[in-house]
């Protein structure tokens, strides 16, 4: 298994278009990465950058010390589990598990051994005479992430390898490699993925790109809780972090600020007294506000409400340009629809952001 540095690698197609620009990163062995953002940031042609199918045009990417930009993939050790499955629709999954290493020449008593721990580890062992159209797309999926173990890589790639699949196989095969990865605890991965669920329950660190770069790079919990940009916490979390204008009022290891629409937030992020009547977003994620019959960060007439079960949703009228406001509160609360609601907030929740970056990163 290996580490990964890349440095100040860069992507430009034809000379002019540059989609990544200056991406620095380290993957420690047994790390598993996960790339997000969105459509367009550049996340699987960095991916592929690693895995040699797309040139580095600036940069240098590592592999265990040594630079590998103009290496053949093959040379790489490296295995990719791609977004579709890419079986060979004529062999049994033994066969197609088994084909790159006939390719290698390896011996048959060692490519019935790898083919018969992997199918194993991935539960296939019932399926291994089967052909592709005889299984259902986790399966076929599992065949897919089968074929890479054999191989023994260095790294394994995964490219929305989970896109293709129905709600329910989604999370099962998210589980189920899950389990790979801690029956595989050396193993080092990076994983393309644009499902938000995905990254926070499966990422050791999530890596944020945008604007052909990396936005921030954390534990799953820290992008969570404490997201550097506007743009990473509403990024990171569904529905996303509400953001509400408003001016500091009260410097100090507590923070007040006057909300433009009426009430006050106090937030725990600690400003000094330059910071006295700056303007700032208050950031607030729905699961965060409270429904408080005083204080307030926010009161507004409830246009929709939707019961999920656990929690219900609801849907503020918009008001000004900024975006509707969302509250996440347990329970069923059908009675709200059509009425106004006070919310308010834990300091510890409530986030402070100015020209779209958290105080806390200043």
């Known amino acids: 298994m290996a580490n990964l540095k890349l440095t100040n690698v860069e992507k430009t197609y034809a000379g002019a278009v540059n989609v990544l620009n200056n991406i620095n990163l380290d993957i420690k062995q047994g790390e598993l990465i996960v790339f997000v953002g969105p459509s367009g940031c550049g996340k699987s042609t960095l991916l592929r950058m690693i895995a040699g199918l797309e040139k580095i045009t600036g940069g240098t990417l590592e592999i265990d010390g040594e630079m590998v930009n103009d290496m053949p993939p093959a040379m790489r050790g490296i295995a990719m589990v791609f977004q579709s499955y890419a079986l060979y629709p004529h062999m049994t999954v033994r066969e197609n598990m088994s084909f790159a290493l006939k390719i290698a020449k390896k011996p048959q008593n060692e490519?019935?051994?790898?083919?018969?721990?992997?199918?194993?580890?991935?539960?296939?062992?019932?399926?291994?005479?089967?052909?592709?159209?005889?299984?259902?797309?986790?399966?076929?999926?599992?065949?897919?992430?089968?074929?890479?173990?054999?191989?023994?890589?260095?790294?394994?790639?995964?490219?929305?390898?989970?896109?293709n699949l129905d709600a329910a196989l989604r999370v099962a095969t998210r589980i189920e490699i899950a389990q790979l990865k801690e029956q595989m605890p050396e193993s080092t991965m990076i994983y393309v993925t644009h499902d938000q669920v995905e990254a926070m329950t499966l990422a050791s660190r999530i890596v944020v790109l945008a604007n052909k770069g990396i936005a921030q790079v954390g534990a799953?919990?820290?992008?969570?809780?404490?997201?550097?940009?506007?743009?990473?916490?509403?990024?990171?979390?569904?529905?996303?972090?509400?953001?509400?204008?408003?001016?500091i009022v009260g410097t100090g290891q507590q923070t007040t600020i006057k909300m433009d629409r009426g009430g006050t937030a106090v937030s725990?992020?600690?400003?000094?007294?330059?910071d006295m009547g700056l303007k700032v977003n208050?950031?607030?994620?729905?699961?965060?506000?409270?429904?408080?019959?005083?204080?307030?960060?926010?009161?507004?007439?409830?246009?929709?409400?939707?019961?999920?079960?656990?929690?219900?949703?609801?849907?503020?009228?918009?008001?000004?340009?900024?975006?509707?406001?969302?509250?996440?509160?347990?329970?069923?609360?059908?009675?709200?629809?059509?009425?106004?609601?006070?919310?308010?907030?834990?300091?510890?929740?409530?986030?402070?952001?100015?020209n779209g970056t958290s105080l806390l990163y200043r």
Request: hydrophobic share 35%; aromatic share 8%; charged share 25%.
């Open 268 to 274: 725990d992020y600690p400003t000094t007294d330059a």
């Open 220 to 247: 799953p919990l820290e992008l969570y809780e404490r997201p550097n940009s506007e743009f990473v916490a509403q990024f990171i979390g569904s529905p996303s972090m509400n953001l509400l204008p408003g001016e």
């Open 282 to 354: 208050v950031g607030v994620r729905p699961e965060d506000f409270l429904e408080t019959d005083g204080e307030h960060i926010f009161e507004g007439k409830v246009n929709i409400t939707e019961a999920l079960g656990e929690v219900t949703l609801l849907y503020f009228e918009k008001q000004g340009d900024g975006d509707a406001v969302i509250g996440k509160l347990p329970g069923i609360h059908a009675e709200l629809r059509g009425k106004s609601v006070k919310l308010g907030a834990s300091p510890d929740k409530v986030h402070v952001f100015h």
């Open 111 to 163: 490519i019935d051994e790898a083919v018969n721990r992997a199918a194993t580890m991935l539960q296939l062992d019932p399926y291994l005479d089967r052909l592709p159209k005889a299984l259902s797309g986790g399966q076929r999926q599992r065949v897919a992430i089968g074929r890479s173990i054999v191989r023994d890589p260095k790294v394994y790639l995964f490219d929305e390898p989970l896109s």
